[in-house]
């Protein structure tokens, strides 16, 4: 069957705008899939323009146009991201898809709002995607998945290539620690498991205490009440973590509990460790007296994180200045070329160069410490003397002194020293060696 002139006119319109469109973004076509035949042709004209991700949720709004699609995803190859959030497509078409997709090269998908409602065989299929090994990206939000869904999901995490998932919404109760333990053990680096209430407080307990062995670099829990216990053992986990942002709903529980709840938030505001950047803390029904001290504590972290990112546009606009203008490790950090300065820095690190001042009239140590530079200072083949080394070291923030403690896979100064120290004996020996068989 050929297509009527109004598919046509809205077929062209689309292609029209694909030669003009943007590879690196999501394509959205502006008509619905009519029929087979048309989705197939806008498939093979997506191919042809190079479209390597579709935002199809607005165009597949129906089963049928949802099956013509997975019937057709050969006819683009090369498709990286699929979206048919808000398809309200149902169980069957999504296994279709979900089926179809796995013979292709699609590694970010959405299926978010597509009336799943908790379907067995459907929920096996998004398993199913997932142990694939395939997708990085999935996003499954408002679809009632069957039980056990989250436990089934844990045993899948560590082979699964999945570096995203957000399953808001879901339905499933959880109250196990598998998801915890099996997150340090993952790929994810972005996990929003939001409004799905079931979730005991136990279970997040176990997420907490496995964030800072994990990758993830963003976690989300909103509309899930933390209790004071589970309240603790998150923001500690946060402070150790490499999460960069996170969203996050904390009970009242009274007076007593909010201003327990309400220091140990600031601690993790406060804590120069903690990597968060971006972080949404909801206080349900708290007075307004417990949440000064965390919006305290933000403010100072917000200054933190500034300065370094001063200092971060500062190197980025020294990348091409001479390195003329800087003779010290201050002057160095003053103009931005200290990667240059410590490039070509032939003599040992020194305290006393570590000590001077710098144009703000801090140490140049407290301003690489604050810049979290120390990992680039305290280098075993830049340190000739351990005392000089430690005497360095001592005048370094104890806030800051994180950076170097060994532990989550970062260096440990003690190590570095020790080594520095048997360089420097290896050395003596070998002189001594040397004069006595003269």
Known sequence: MSLSFEELKALNEDIRRMYSHRQDQPFTPQSPMTGEEYTKSF???AAKYKISSLNMGKACVTEESVSWLADNLREIPELKELSL???KAGPKAVIKLLNALKESKTERLDISQNA???DKECTDAVLGIIGSGKIKSLTINSNTMAEPFFERLASLLETAALEKLSCQSVGAAYGGDELGNALAKSSLK???ISYNPKISQSALQAVAKNLPASKLEFFSAHFIELNEETAVEMCKGLTES???ETVLTFASGGMDAERRVSSVIADMFSSHQTRLEKAVCELKNWDDRNRKPIFNARMEQMHRIAFREAYRKKVEYAADLPLMLADTLAQGFDTGLLPKVLAVHKAPLSAKECLEPTCDGKTFIENAAAAELLPEIFVKNKWKDAKEMQTAWNAVPEADKWQLDGRHGR????KI???????????????????GSK
């Not at 260096?411 to 003690?414: D, E, L, N, R, T």
Request: hydrophobic share 35%; proline share 3%.
């Open 190 to 192: 972005h996990l929003d």
């Open 242 to 244: 490499n999460v960069k």
């Open 411 to 414: 260096p440990s100064f003690q």
């Open 85 to 87: 959030n808000g398809a």
């Open 417 to 435: 020293k020790n080594e520095v120290m048997r360089s420097a004996v290896t050395d003596l020996l070998l002189k001594n060696k040397g004069k």
């Open 116 to 118: 799943v409602n908790g």
């Open 43 to 45: 498939l093979q004209a």
